[in-house]
């Protein structure tokens, strides 16, 4: 096992990674911005290396910083997080030229899955089932056109360096076309540096369900089951629950083990999730990620297994503690994202944190990195807090989880708390009746 990881991350993300590498026994090693000398992870990792001014670009993202800071304290792995250079295969490559064990996958798969037609492409070559489409990626308007009338309107150009909706383009017909090309390849080199687009038929009203699965050094690949992400706005998860209330048992049961047998045949290791979009009881591939995800707790909380604990784990080469069936699945998860930003106009709400109470209880886990005095600084993602809860089903886990919403108090700056409150009142979301299309209908509509 590792004696000392340095976490490349800051916030939450870096508290839950410092909380299961010390029950491992691991040093923790943090790193941070000028502007957050005063954070929470830095307070409690065993050292701390400020690596640069606020941006991230100059700090977080600063490549040579980190290893240069996992050198001097002589670090002998470094974790990434979420976000920030976690799907870099440029820095996956780097920390292992340097000597440290990188823990999360290999440079190679993050480069596959991150080139989404690559991702497609050989998943595809694997079995999975993808959305009809281009092989690979387009090569002019032409093509596209052509292409389109053979799957038939509408169509959805996405990007091949992209992912979480960026230079991502319906396109209702051929008239369309031109003009949406243009626009969605701008777009994607604008944010990728990369204007390649790929083509798929368009589902009109699908459900964003993913799978969490784990492999090891060894060979060996377990699923977590599934999580229901649907609930989301401008790409942007706000509230995931597992299991999924749209599946039924042999649906679970089959989506868990397409996932896990795709990962096994990719030799994939390390904390992963495919995610897929469901519609009319058939599972299409979507993406893979290639890192630990911003809901796992909600899988924790249903198996009781700590998938941070188990990535370190595998990283250092450990086998696989488990077996598949001995992930046993209990009761129901909900995670509400707590962001600092307006409840009605969604603007940023950075600032002073005056009063602060997170909910607690039974079935209750408020995993945060922010405390009453502390200043949220306007640099970084609006994410403050996740607030979890467990019940023993569906009904138990919402009563509990607007009993805690209604017991937070986060005062001082904006949240979306209220917001929260209205979505899991709904009698929709409570009928688990939603799609990805729902929150966004919801919102215009004035939920
Ligand atoms: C789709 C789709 C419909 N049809 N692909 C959104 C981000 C990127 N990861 C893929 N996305 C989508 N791909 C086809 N062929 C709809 C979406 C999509 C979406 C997916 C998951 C969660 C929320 C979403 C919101 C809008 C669009």
């Not at 470094?78 to 340097?98: K, R, T």
Request: charged share 25%; with cysteine; net charge negative.
């Amino acid at each position: 096992m590792f004696d000392k990881v340095l976490i490349a991350n800051r916030g939450e993300t870096a508290l839950r990674i410092h909380r299961a590498c010390r029950e491992l026994g691991i040093k923790t090693v943090a790193v941070h911005s000028t502007a957050d000398s005063d954070a929470m992870h830095v307070r409690l990792a065993d050292e701390s290396v400020c690596i640069g001014p606020p941006a991230s670009r100059d700090s977080y993202l600063n490549m040579a910083a980190l290893i240069s800071a996992a050198e001097i304290t002589g670090a002998d792995a470094i974790h990434p997080g979420i976000g920030f250079l976690s799907e870099n295969v440029q820095f996956a490559e780097m920390v292992e030229e340097h000597g440290f064990e990188f823990i999360g996958p290999t440079a190679e798969h993050i480069r596959i899955m991150g080139d989404k037609a690559m991702a497609k492409k050989t998943v595809a070559g694997l079995g999975m089932p993808v959305i009809q489409g281009s092989d690979g990626g387009l090569p002019d308007v032409a093509a596209a056109k052509k292409l389109a009338d053979k799957i038939g309107y509408p169509v959805l150009l996405k990007a091949i360096a992209g992912g979480g909706g960026k230079g991502m383009k319906a396109v209702q017909n051929v008239s369309e076309m031109e003009e949406a090309y243009g626009l969605a390849s701008g777009e994607a080199k604008a944010a990728f540096g990369n204007g390649e687009l790929y083509m798929e038929q368009f589902l009109a009203n699908p459900r964003h369900i993913e799978v969490q699965l784990l492999g090891d050094k060894h060979g060996n690949v377990v699923h977590f089951g599934e999580r229901d992400c649907s609930i989301q706005r401008r790409h942007q998860k706000v509230v995931e629950e597992a299991p999924s209330p749209a599946l039924n048992a042999e649906e679970r049961i089959h989506v868990g083990k397409l996932a896990a047998r795709t990962a096994k045949l990719l030799g994939y290791r390390g904390l992963g999730t495919i995610e897929f979009l469901y519609e009319n009881g058939k599972f299409f591939f979507m993406e893979m990620n290639t890192r630990l995800q911003i809901e796992h707790p909600i899988t924790e909380m249903i198996t009781g297994v700590d998938l941070v604990r188990e990535q370190i784990r595998v990283a250092s080469g450990a086998p696989l503690s488990f077996k598949q069936e001995d992930i046993k699945f209990n009761g129901h998860s909900i995670e509400c994202r707590i962001n600092a930003e307006d409840p009605d106009t969604f603007a940023p709400s950075p600032g002073k944190i005056t009063d602060f109470h997170p909910a607690g209880g039974l079935g209750v886990r408020f995993d945060s990195a922010v405390y009453a005095g502390y200043k949220v600084p306007p640099h970084y993602d609006s994410m403050i807090a996740k607030l979890i809860v467990h019940g023993a089903n569906r009904n138990d886990c919402l009563l509990r989880l607007r009993r805690a919403l209604e017991e937070t108090v986060i005062d001082g700056i904006k949240t979306n708390l209220p917001l929260h409150l209205r979505i899991i009142r709904d009698p929709e979301f409570v009928d688990g009746n939603y799609t990805i299309k729902w929150l966004e209908e919801k919102l215009s509509e004035g939920l």
